[in-house]
């Protein structure tokens, strides 16, 4: 009887260090992966960013680019909703397997979602400013009364122009 209880104990005890061994094994490769993914960062977020342009180039086309051409203001609300139908796009592209690499990546979903969102921020705040900046240079002639002087515009007088209006602006 105590041969069998000691055998039982030794059997349990095999089977607890095994089972620990496997779980710290499990821990030192998603370590060692989410180390990788660090060192590899260029090449893993590449594919991520391939999406990103793809989504932002159909959703700027579909929700955005019809207020543009009319040469109205899009509203907070629509841009918001712009906002949210690019993530949803971006994800529905990357599919659940890379989704869930990147929810490991950047360690919950809601910090990938925010990641997401400030791209598209970021890309349509870049656009706007391209914008505004062709459209002054446009306008812009040195004196600010004519357009027929273009010759004597300086990348230098645009962009201070642009940037002080932008700034006056804020405050």
């Known amino acids: 009887m105590i041969l069998i ?3 039982i104990l030794i059997f349990l005890s095999i089977l607890i260090i095994s089972g620990l ?9 998603n370590n060692q992966f989410n180390i990788m993914r660090i060192k590899n960062f260029n090449s893993y977020i590449v594919v991520l960013h391939y999406y990103m342009e793809r989504a932002y180039d159909i959703i700027y086309k579909e929700s955005i680019l019809i207020y543009s051409m009319e040469g109205m203001r899009v509203t907070e609300e629509q841009f ?5 139908k690019f993530t949803s796009f971006v994800i529905r592209m990357i599919g659940p397997n890379l989704k869930e690499s990147y929810i490991s990546f950047y360690g919950d979903e809601k910090t990938l979602y925010f990641n997401i969102m400030e791209y598209f921020n970021y890309k349509y705040e870049s656009d706007e400013l391209l914008k ?5 240079v446009m306008d812009f002639d040195g004196s600010g009364s004519s357009k027929d002087n273009m010759q004597s515009v300086s990348a230098t007088d645009v962009l201070t122009r ?5 700034y006056n602006t804020l405050k």
């Open 132 to 136: 505004a900046t062709s459209n002054n």
């Open 162 to 166: 642009t940037f002080s209006n932008s």
């Open 5 to 7: 209880s000691l055998m």
């Open 21 to 29: 061994y496997f779980i710290l094994n499990c821990i030192k490769i």
């Open 80 to 84: 918001n909703d712009a906002s949210k």
